[in-house]
């Protein structure tokens, strides 16, 4: 063991010196591993910040569940038939309330309507908040955190009182302070006014949209239909699976009551869309993981760059170091000793350039936070990337070590 560290900081030592003799021969030579390490650090750390975020978005849709509307969310692109959905009718409160009956596998179903409209208080008046008509099961599929006040009561469903629970941002807007949101009367579309009973939590910006709570207000769904007609507010049924039952039975159960339902004949198809949630996650995984494959080719492009220029210090090393290596033979030193001291002293230089990558990444993290994207970088991503550094300090250093590994002591020294 002793032994093991004696080598170890022999090489440490050889490998400071030699940067601090050829500090910009070696900094050359090292910028390829510094931008192969940094381009692995920074496209899986960006990546999955990224997905992090995005499929925490999607979660916050809602887990094990489907939308049901006319519009097929996962279609897209020039070739989207919008024309064949245009024509499909709208889902309905009342096709909700039989869903419940129908569906043994539901564990929550919710109606939702919505609109975009102002909000005015006194002089001041803010357009463009998104209005959520909502039944009393919204809330066990979408939970809501409440900072102030309180959510929507049965009551206030039962009966489609005028209240409602106000987005922070809308709040701040609307009011100065979101504090003082509370217990205030605001003018609403259609000249209602609509009494703010409870605040949202701040929720912070979408990357995939969702329901940006922050710029919302949700009410009872028969408060929103004094200002709205439901077919012409973007109705949606959502249904929440149990956690026993499969996404896949829960789309057969619910096919098999919409097709019921709406009275369509065997040879008919779905005048309706099952949305699965779960789908639109894997969806997103399968992008995220071509994209990281992309970084690799790119970083394993850089480190292929970097492992000759580290290669190149090693041969200049070993050419300049020929007398030593001689010495160290003649008074004993095995040849697996230099084998194992070039090789560490090529691993720590690229441990060196990798270091200047995660620099580099570090500096990235604080521009992005600073932007609005906070991009954390994961221990087992380090933990990669320093056994990356070693590995291709390994292979840089192999050749010009077994040169010196092989090297005549005498000859060696003569050399001189």
Not at 16 to 38: C, D, M, N, P, Y
Not at 100 to 129: H, Q, R, Y
Not at 188 to 216: A, C, H
Not at 321 to 341: F, P
């Amino acid at each position: 063991m002793r032994r093991i560290f004696e080598i170890l900081g022999s090489s440490l030592n050889l490998t400071w010196q030699e940067f601090k003799s050829h500090k910009i021969r070696t900094l050359l030579s090292l910028s390829g591993v510094a931008f192969g390490i940094f381009c692995i650090i920074a496209v899986l750390a960006a990546v999955n910040s990224l997905e992090y975020a995005v499929q925490k978005d999607i979660k916050a849709l809602g887990t094990n569940t489907v939308y049901i509307d006319k519009w097929e969310y996962a279609d897209g692109g020039n070739d989207y038939p919008w024309w064949k959905y245009v024509k499909r009718p709208d889902p309905s409160h009342d096709e909700m309330l039989m869903l419940k009956k129908k569906v043994p596998g539901a564990a929550n179903v919710a109606f939702n309507i919505s609109t975009t409209n102002t909000l005015e208080v006194g002089d001041n008046s803010i357009s463009g908040v998104n209005y959520y008509g909502i039944t009393d099961e919204f809330s066990n599929i979408q939970p809501i955190e409440i900072q102030m006040g309180r959510y929507l009561q049965q009551s206030d469903f039962d009966y489609g009182a005028n209240v409602f629970v106000i987005g922070y941002e809308v709040a701040v807007n609307l009011f100065g302070n979101a504090d003082k949101a509370v217990g205030q009367l605001v003018k609403m579309k259609e000249g209602k006014r609509g009494l703010v009973v409870g605040l949202i939590k701040k929720q912070g910006k979408s990357i995939v949209g969702g329901w940006e709570y922050d710029n919302s207000i949700l009410m009872p769904l028969g408060f929103m239909r004094q200002m709205v007609r439901e077919k012409n507010s973007n109705p949606i049924i959502m249904v929440q699976g149990k956690e026993t039952t499969p996404m896949a039975q829960l789309k057969d159960e619910l096919a098999g009551a919409m097709r019921s339902i709406r009275k369509l004949r065997p040879t008919q198809e779905n005048d309706f869309s099952l949305n699965d949630i779960d789908a639109f996650s894997s969806f997103a995984s399968d992008i995220f993981g071509n994209i990281n494959k992309g970084g690799w080719a790119i970083a394993a492009l850089s480190l292929v760059v970097g492992m000759f220029g580290v290669a190149n210090i090693m041969f200049v090393t070993v050419r300049e170091r020929t007398s030593q290596i001689g010495l160290k033979k003649a008074i004993g030193a095995k040849s697996s000793t230099i084998l194992t001291e070039f090789l560490l002293e090529s691993a720590f230089l690229c441990i060196m350039g990798g270091l200047l990558g995660v620099f580099g990444v570090f500096l990235l993290t604080l521009i992005s936070t600073a932007a609005g994207f906070p991009v954390f970088i994961a221990p087992t991503i380090l933990a990669l990337a320093i056994g990356i550094c070693i590995i291709v300090g390994v292979l840089a250093g192999i050749i010009p070590a077994s040169i010196a590994a092989r090297m005549n002591p005498v000859e060696a020294i003569r050399s001189k």
